[in-house]
């Protein structure tokens, strides 16, 4: 397509490019899409410390895949007033961009970026894509983020609610994350017989980075002697944040199990979080200090971290939000062909994982549950695991499916 008859598209996201899900959930998509025809525009919030230490590379990476970047500050008040400010600021900008390059798609990330989303549709007409990445609201209360015997956030809640539906009906296409989270939204009495159009994306993984084929086995060598792991010990590895939703204490007590069937164990923390707090929690289980590591790296050097774990592990906290959530980490850790242990109830990872042979499933968090798991060893086959990388998470079946949702609303 020459570039004259390039569709316009404006990207909404109240997440930095500078973050990193902007550079592994945002970017590689729109650069994708751009080679199939698209010009793209992304207003993004970028945090201050980060945006300083990261803007002249994310900048670069836009110029060369012609994607024009309109960052604005995040700003640092409180937090209801901060999104009331920030959404008025990008829908100013939307509306000066609008009238300059006539976008035909609006695609917005999550529900914040969608109130413009939803404008730009009733003023402008364009087409309003609807990317929700979870559901928002209910993340908020399920994480305690929002207590709704607080009045005020009793009434934000109830008002991003409706908005929600209001963007099920009013967007041309929806993004799910999984099909439980669209199984979960096509059953809402309220849609009656027009549930809304719904395409599942799951967040993707690069599988020419995550790679086991490219890992340099020297390295993986020395990072075992500067972690002080023994060639011949089995490593449990974790990878990426803990926060609010991943179950730090559950994932020590499965460890405390796995140690009485391998003592020597080690369970390998690949992560930013502060390493006293999770030594200081694993040393409250009685699991001794000798049998933890705690680093960090950067994103390109997690392949070769990975490829140190005997097999890896998350537990995430079940809730009812947790439905829509795709955990990024899994796809990476199927492409590197590690097995890993996970619990029921989060979005589509138990189906994948039973179906692909990926590793073992929890559905109780009991030490019970943890030596079935054990005691029946972990089902898994590599060669199906990491087919099922290709099939579910590849990058490329992102972009392709995105091009459809995109070619679909221009025709209708």
């Known amino acids: 397509m020459d570039e004259l008859n390039k569709i316009n598209v404006l990207y909404l996201s109240y997440d930095g490019m500078t973050d990193p899900l902007g550079q592994s959930q945002v970017l590689p998509y729109l650069f ?16 201050q410390q980060r945006f300083s230490q990261f803007k002249e590379h994310i900048q670069q990476l836009c110029d060369e895949n012609n994607v024009v970047w309109h960052p604005l500050k995040y700003s640092q008040k409180s937090p209801l007033v901060t999104t009331v400010y920030d959404v008025t600021a990008m829908k100013r900008k939307a509306i000066k961009l609008q009238k300059e390059f006539n976008f035909q798609i609006i695609h917005c990330r999550s529900y914040i970026s969608a109130l413009v989303g939803v404008y ?23 994480g305690g983020l929002w207590d709704l015997k607080n009045p005020i956030y009793n009434i ?14 009013e967007s041309d296409y929806t993004i799910s994350l999984t099909y439980n989270g669209k199984r979960e939204i096509e059953s809402w009495k309220e849609f009656g017989n027009n549930t809304p159009k719904i395409q599942v994306i799951p967040c993707c993984v690069d599988l020419d980075l ?29 990878v990426g944040s803990i926060g609010t939703w991943y179950m730090l204490s559950e994932m020590l007590d499965y460890f405390k199990v796995y140690l009485t069937k391998n003592e020597k164990s080690i369970f390998l923390f690949v992560t930013g979080e502060k390493p006293q707090n999770i030594i200081e929690e694993a040393k409250h289980k009685g699991i001794s200090e000798n049998n933890i590591r705690v680093t960090s790296c950067l994103h390109k050097q997690v392949p070769t971290y990975i490829s140190l774990f005997s097999e890896s ?13 795709s955990p990024t980490k899994q796809g990476e850790i199927m492409a590197m062909g590690i097995p890993l242990v996970c619990n029921s109830g989060v979005g589509d990872t138990d189906e994948v994982v039973l179906k692909y042979k990926a590793g073992g ?25 990491q087919n099922g990388a290709r099939e579910f998470y590849s990058l490329e079946n992102g972009i392709q499916k995105y091009l459809e949702v995109y070619q679909s609303i221009l025709t209708n």
Request: charged share 35%.
């Open 210 to 238: 995550f790679n086991p084929d490219k890992v340099d086995s020297n390295e993986v060598l020395i990072l075992k002697r500067q972690l002080e792991i023994d060639p011949t010990q089995k490593v449990i590895g974790y």
């Open 313 to 325: 592990i998350f537990f995430i906290r079940p809730t009812f939000s947790k439905k829509a959530s």
């Open 120 to 142: 730009m549709k009733k003023r402008f007409h364009t087409k309003f894509v609807f990317d929700m990445r979870g559901f928002w609201a209910d993340e908020r209360v399920d």
């Open 32 to 47: 994708g899409l751009t080679k199939k025809g698209y010009n793209f525009h992304i207003i993004s919030f970028e945090k």
């Open 361 to 385: 499933v929890i559905n109780d968090f009991d030490s019970e549950s943890y030596k079935t798991v054990l005691e029946n060893q972990l089902d898994f086959n590599k060669e199906e695991m």
């Open 156 to 169: 934000v809640y109830n008002y991003f609610k409706r908005k929600e539906l209001v963007y099920f009906k």
